[in-house]
């Protein structure tokens, strides 16, 4: 079993900076990819970026270039640092782990708002 624990939403205005955390314990040992997700009201949950632990990332386009997803050395920690917020960006942010045998995980999700 894998807990996560996500930190670090909030309000912000348009073109400010948020950086996401999600905290890792429990079976860290079988972590494999981690990432972020995010839904906004009345849509699909959808993919904000990955990371291996090789560190290859991957992101969604409407993201590339403005935020980055990095680990911690201990490969534990998963933060996404968001830059150039929009307001198409609001929605629940939701911290994902995948282990090495495919068990998948989630945070509670922390909500981010881009408003003026």
């Known amino acids: 079993q894998v807990q996560l624990v996500e930190s670090g939403g909030g309000l912000v205005q348009p073109g400010e900076s948020l950086r996401l955390s999600c905290a890792a314990s429990g079976s860290i040992f079988s972590i494999g990819i981690m990432g972020w997700y995010r839904q906004a009201p009345g849509k699909q949950r959808e993919l904000v970026a990955t990371i291996t632990p090789g560190d290859t990332r991957n992101y969604a386009d409407s993201v590339k270039g403005r935020f980055t997803c990095s680990t911690d050395d201990a490969k534990n920690t998963v933060y996404l640092q968001m830059n150039g917020l929009k307001p198409e960006d609001t929605a629940r942010y939701y911290c994902?782990?995948?282990?090495?045998?495919?068990?998948?995980?989630w945070g509670q999700g922390t909500q981010v708002t881009v408003s003026s």
């Open positions: 994902y782990v995948k282990t090495w045998t495919s068990s998948e995980y």
